[in-house]
Protein backbone atom coordinates (compact mmCIF):
# COMPACT_ATOMS: atom_id res chain seq x y z
CA UNK A 1 0.00 0.00 0.00
CA UNK A 2 1.29 3.38 -1.23
CA UNK A 3 2.18 5.72 1.38
CA UNK A 4 0.28 8.98 1.53
CA UNK A 5 2.25 12.51 1.16
CA UNK A 6 2.02 15.26 3.90
CA UNK A 7 0.19 18.17 2.89
CA UNK A 8 1.46 21.03 0.49
CA UNK A 9 2.44 23.67 3.10
CA UNK A 10 4.96 26.38 3.16
CA UNK A 11 6.60 27.81 6.18
CA UNK A 12 8.72 31.43 5.53
CA UNK A 13 11.04 30.71 8.96
CA UNK A 14 13.02 26.81 8.49
CA UNK A 15 13.78 26.87 12.41
CA UNK A 16 9.91 27.28 13.42
CA UNK A 17 8.18 24.35 15.20
CA UNK A 18 5.51 24.44 12.23
CA UNK A 19 8.10 24.35 9.79
CA UNK A 20 10.16 21.11 11.40
CA UNK A 21 6.60 19.56 11.94
CA UNK A 22 6.18 19.52 9.04
CA UNK A 23 9.29 18.39 7.56
CA UNK A 24 9.54 15.50 10.06
CA UNK A 25 6.17 14.29 8.55
CA UNK A 26 7.54 14.63 4.92
CA UNK A 27 10.79 13.19 5.59
CA UNK A 28 8.97 9.87 7.94
CA UNK A 29 6.05 9.62 5.10
CA UNK A 30 8.73 8.98 2.55
CA UNK A 31 11.09 6.16 4.20
CA UNK A 32 10.62 2.85 2.56
CA UNK A 33 9.07 -0.23 4.65
CA UNK A 34 11.89 -1.54 6.86
CA UNK A 35 13.49 1.58 7.44
CA UNK A 36 12.34 4.16 11.13
CA UNK A 37 13.48 7.47 11.51
CA UNK A 38 14.98 7.53 14.82
CA UNK A 39 16.83 10.87 15.16
CA UNK A 40 17.21 13.98 14.06
CA UNK A 41 19.42 17.21 14.30
CA UNK A 42 19.33 20.83 12.16
CA UNK A 43 21.96 23.22 11.64
CA UNK A 44 21.91 26.85 12.97
CA UNK A 45 22.86 29.03 10.39
CA UNK A 46 21.17 27.27 6.86
CA UNK A 47 18.15 25.25 6.11
CA UNK A 48 20.15 21.79 6.32
CA UNK A 49 18.90 18.81 8.58
CA UNK A 50 20.09 15.57 9.26
CA UNK A 51 18.26 12.22 10.47
CA UNK A 52 19.20 8.96 11.63
CA UNK A 53 16.91 6.42 10.26
CA UNK A 54 17.61 2.71 11.21
CA UNK A 55 16.58 -0.60 10.08
CA UNK A 56 17.65 -4.15 10.46
CA UNK A 57 19.17 -6.89 8.07
CA UNK A 58 18.10 -10.19 7.56
CA UNK A 59 19.59 -11.37 10.87
CA UNK A 60 18.19 -8.81 12.87
CA UNK A 61 21.67 -7.01 13.36
CA UNK A 62 20.43 -2.82 13.64
CA UNK A 63 22.22 -0.55 11.03
CA UNK A 64 22.24 3.34 11.00
CA UNK A 65 21.88 5.63 8.13
CA UNK A 66 22.62 9.24 7.63
CA UNK A 67 20.56 11.40 5.43
CA UNK A 68 20.89 15.07 5.04
CA UNK A 69 18.51 17.61 3.43
CA UNK A 70 20.17 20.81 2.27
CA UNK A 71 19.94 23.46 -0.82
CA UNK A 72 23.67 23.23 -0.97
CA UNK A 73 26.47 20.30 -0.91
CA UNK A 74 27.89 19.00 1.80
CA UNK A 75 31.25 20.85 2.20
CA UNK A 76 33.00 17.08 3.58
CA UNK A 77 34.31 14.77 0.98
CA UNK A 78 34.16 10.87 1.69
CA UNK A 79 31.23 11.22 4.40
CA UNK A 80 29.18 8.26 4.91
CA UNK A 81 25.92 10.21 4.08
CA UNK A 82 23.20 10.03 1.60
CA UNK A 83 22.39 13.64 0.50
CA UNK A 84 19.28 15.19 -1.10
CA UNK A 85 19.42 18.70 -2.38
CA UNK A 86 16.15 20.42 -2.73
CA UNK A 87 15.19 24.04 -3.30
CA UNK A 88 14.37 26.02 -0.25
CA UNK A 89 11.53 27.37 0.02
CA UNK A 90 10.30 24.17 -1.88
CA UNK A 91 7.33 22.11 -1.61
CA UNK A 92 7.09 19.35 0.94
CA UNK A 93 5.68 17.12 -2.38
CA UNK A 94 8.90 18.11 -3.75
CA UNK A 95 11.12 16.91 -1.02
CA UNK A 96 8.73 13.46 -0.39
CA UNK A 97 9.58 12.69 -4.17
CA UNK A 98 13.41 13.88 -3.40
CA UNK A 99 13.57 11.16 -0.31
CA UNK A 100 11.65 8.54 -1.30
CA UNK A 101 14.08 8.43 -5.19
CA UNK A 102 17.32 8.82 -2.61
CA UNK A 103 16.60 5.75 -0.29
CA UNK A 104 16.67 3.25 -3.80
CA UNK A 105 17.57 -0.12 -2.13
CA UNK A 106 21.22 -0.17 -3.58
CA UNK A 107 21.33 3.34 -2.56
CA UNK A 108 20.51 2.00 1.30
CA UNK A 109 22.75 -0.81 1.01
CA UNK A 110 26.25 1.47 0.22
CA UNK A 111 25.05 4.18 2.85
CA UNK A 112 24.48 2.02 5.88
CA UNK A 113 26.95 1.91 8.38
CA UNK A 114 27.01 -0.44 11.72
CA UNK A 115 28.45 0.16 15.12
CA UNK A 116 31.33 -1.94 16.34
CA UNK A 117 32.03 -2.89 20.47
CA UNK A 118 35.00 -0.40 19.95
CA UNK A 119 32.46 2.19 17.89
CA UNK A 120 30.57 2.32 21.04
CA UNK A 121 33.15 2.67 23.63
CA UNK A 122 34.74 5.30 21.38
CA UNK A 123 31.08 7.01 21.45
CA UNK A 124 31.02 6.30 25.36
CA UNK A 125 34.14 8.14 25.67
CA UNK A 126 33.30 10.97 23.97
CA UNK A 127 29.90 11.68 26.00
CA UNK A 128 32.30 10.66 29.28
CA UNK A 129 34.46 13.81 27.82
CA UNK A 130 32.22 16.27 27.09
CA UNK A 131 30.19 15.85 30.45
CA UNK A 132 33.63 17.18 31.58
CA UNK A 133 33.22 19.68 29.08
CA UNK A 134 36.55 18.29 27.18
CA UNK A 135 35.56 18.38 23.12
CA UNK A 136 38.36 16.98 20.39
CA UNK A 137 39.34 19.31 18.54
CA UNK A 138 41.47 19.45 15.09
CA UNK A 139 43.44 22.48 13.68
CA UNK A 140 43.11 22.92 10.33
CA UNK A 141 45.07 24.93 7.64
CA UNK A 142 44.10 28.72 7.45
CA UNK A 143 43.02 28.37 3.33
CA UNK A 144 40.48 25.94 4.54
CA UNK A 145 39.54 26.78 8.11
CA UNK A 146 39.22 30.97 6.59
CA UNK A 147 37.00 29.67 3.62
CA UNK A 148 34.13 28.60 6.29
CA UNK A 149 32.91 25.48 4.38
CA UNK A 150 33.38 26.78 1.00
CA UNK A 151 36.23 24.80 0.50
CA UNK A 152 35.82 21.44 0.34
CA UNK A 153 37.67 19.00 3.33
CA UNK A 154 38.41 15.28 2.33
CA UNK A 155 37.83 13.47 5.14
CA UNK A 156 40.37 10.95 4.29
CA UNK A 157 42.85 13.00 3.90
CA UNK A 158 42.90 16.74 5.10
CA UNK A 159 40.94 15.53 8.14
CA UNK A 160 44.02 12.87 9.11
CA UNK A 161 46.70 15.29 8.12
CA UNK A 162 45.09 18.06 10.86
CA UNK A 163 46.33 18.19 14.25
CA UNK A 164 43.89 16.38 16.90
CA UNK A 165 44.01 18.29 20.43
CA UNK A 166 41.89 17.63 23.45
CA UNK A 167 40.65 20.51 24.89
CA UNK A 168 38.00 22.50 26.98
CA UNK A 169 35.08 23.12 25.80
CA UNK A 170 34.38 26.29 26.76
CA UNK A 171 37.57 27.58 26.86
CA UNK A 172 40.64 26.33 24.36
CA UNK A 173 43.08 28.47 26.22
CA UNK A 174 42.55 26.80 29.49
CA UNK A 175 43.23 23.55 27.80
CA UNK A 176 44.23 21.99 24.41
CA UNK A 177 46.39 18.88 24.32
CA UNK A 178 48.52 17.36 21.22
CA UNK A 179 46.86 13.77 21.12
CA UNK A 180 48.43 11.44 18.43
CA UNK A 181 46.67 8.58 18.13
CA UNK A 182 45.92 8.00 14.49
CA UNK A 183 43.52 5.32 14.31
CA UNK A 184 41.43 6.66 16.74
CA UNK A 185 42.11 10.05 14.46
CA UNK A 186 40.46 7.71 11.52
CA UNK A 187 37.56 7.06 14.04
CA UNK A 188 36.58 10.53 14.66
CA UNK A 189 36.72 11.41 11.12
CA UNK A 190 34.57 8.73 10.07
CA UNK A 191 32.63 9.27 12.70
CA UNK A 192 32.36 13.08 11.35
CA UNK A 193 31.17 11.79 8.38
CA UNK A 194 28.14 9.90 9.81
CA UNK A 195 26.98 12.90 11.74
CA UNK A 196 28.12 11.39 15.06
CA UNK A 197 29.98 14.57 15.07
CA UNK A 198 29.47 17.62 14.45
CA UNK A 199 31.18 20.94 13.69
CA UNK A 200 32.00 24.51 15.17
CA UNK A 201 34.24 26.96 13.83
CA UNK A 202 36.44 28.49 16.58
CA UNK A 203 39.31 30.96 16.38
CA UNK A 204 43.31 30.30 15.51
CA UNK A 205 41.70 27.41 12.58
CA UNK A 206 40.13 25.12 15.41
CA UNK A 207 37.28 23.03 14.73
CA UNK A 208 35.59 22.27 17.38
CA UNK A 209 33.61 18.44 17.33
CA UNK A 210 31.13 17.51 19.19
CA UNK A 211 28.91 14.37 19.92
CA UNK A 212 25.53 14.49 18.39
CA UNK A 213 23.90 13.26 21.57
CA UNK A 214 20.18 13.43 20.20
CA UNK A 215 21.71 10.90 18.17
CA UNK A 216 24.04 8.62 20.62
CA UNK A 217 21.15 8.39 23.00
CA UNK A 218 18.98 6.26 20.30
CA UNK A 219 22.29 4.43 19.46
CA UNK A 220 23.05 3.11 22.66
CA UNK A 221 19.86 2.55 23.77
CA UNK A 222 19.33 0.06 20.70
CA UNK A 223 22.39 -1.61 21.08
CA UNK A 224 22.03 -2.47 24.76
CA UNK A 225 24.66 -0.12 26.19
CA UNK A 226 26.54 -0.80 29.34
CA UNK A 227 27.96 2.54 29.05
CA UNK A 228 31.66 1.74 29.73
CA UNK A 229 34.71 2.22 27.30
CA UNK A 230 37.84 1.41 29.48
CA UNK A 231 39.17 -1.74 28.57
CA UNK A 232 38.13 -1.68 24.43
CA UNK A 233 39.93 2.12 24.15
CA UNK A 234 42.74 0.44 26.07
CA UNK A 235 42.82 -2.72 23.65
CA UNK A 236 42.24 -0.59 20.63
CA UNK A 237 44.55 2.56 21.66
CA UNK A 238 47.01 1.55 24.21
CA UNK A 239 47.46 1.97 28.19
CA UNK A 240 49.26 5.75 27.77
CA UNK A 241 45.99 7.12 25.92
CA UNK A 242 43.73 5.96 28.72
CA UNK A 243 45.66 7.47 31.18
CA UNK A 244 45.87 10.47 29.55
CA UNK A 245 41.82 10.81 29.28
CA UNK A 246 41.74 9.83 32.92
CA UNK A 247 44.20 12.04 33.94
CA UNK A 248 42.49 14.64 32.20
CA UNK A 249 39.12 14.19 33.60
CA UNK A 250 40.61 14.66 37.14
CA UNK A 251 41.74 18.22 35.94
CA UNK A 252 38.52 19.21 34.61
CA UNK A 253 36.38 17.61 38.32
CA UNK A 254 39.29 19.85 39.75
CA UNK A 255 38.62 22.83 37.72
CA UNK A 256 35.08 22.84 37.83
CA UNK A 257 34.37 22.05 41.08
CA UNK A 258 36.22 25.30 42.42
CA UNK A 259 33.95 27.15 40.21
CA UNK A 260 31.04 28.67 41.31
CA UNK A 261 27.67 27.25 39.86
Not at 126 to 140: D, G, N, S
Not at 141 to 158: N, R
Not at 193 to 220: A, C, M, R, V, Y
Amino acid sequence: MAKSRPREQAYEFTDKPSYREWLIETVRAALPDGLELAASNYARSTASSYWLIKGFDTQGQVYWITLRVATHPLWLRHAHQIEVLWEEPGTFGDLFNAVSNSLHPITVQEARFTLSPLDIAVLNLLITLEHHKLIWFIRMIPDIAHAHKDKAFDLKTDFLNCELLLGDRNNANNLLLPIEVPRLQKKLATFFGENLLFSQFTKHSLLKLLPTNQWLKPILDEQGNDGEWEDEIRAAYGQTFVNTCQKLLKHQEKVYEKRPS
